[in-house]
């Protein structure tokens, strides 16, 4: 079983890839992901200010879907 270290940081780390897979650092002005996983429930808030990306929004929920997909691989990893 992951800890609650493992799963934020397995969050985060999806969330902020996927952030920059699809920006250029040049173009994040400001960039927080805040993860927290209490009592097995997670919780992702992603924070995107990118003024030249047409998707902004877009990209930030994905982002936030990205660290959910992550920790639900790191479980059924786990489970194995």
Do not use: C, H
Request: aromatic share 4%; net charge negative.
């Amino acid at each position: 079983m992951p800890t609650d270290d493992e799963v934020v940081q397995t969050a985060a780390e999806a969330a902020e890839g996927l952030i920059l897979s699809r920006l250029p650092n040049s173009a994040v002005k400001d960039l927080d992901v805040t993860v927290s996983f209490e009592e097995g429930i997670l919780d992702v808030d992603v924070y995107l200010n990118a003024p030249e990306a047409d998707d902004e929004e877009q990209i930030a929920e994905d982002a936030a879907l990205a660290a959910r997909s992550a920790v639900d691989e790191l479980f059924a990893d786990a489970e194995d």
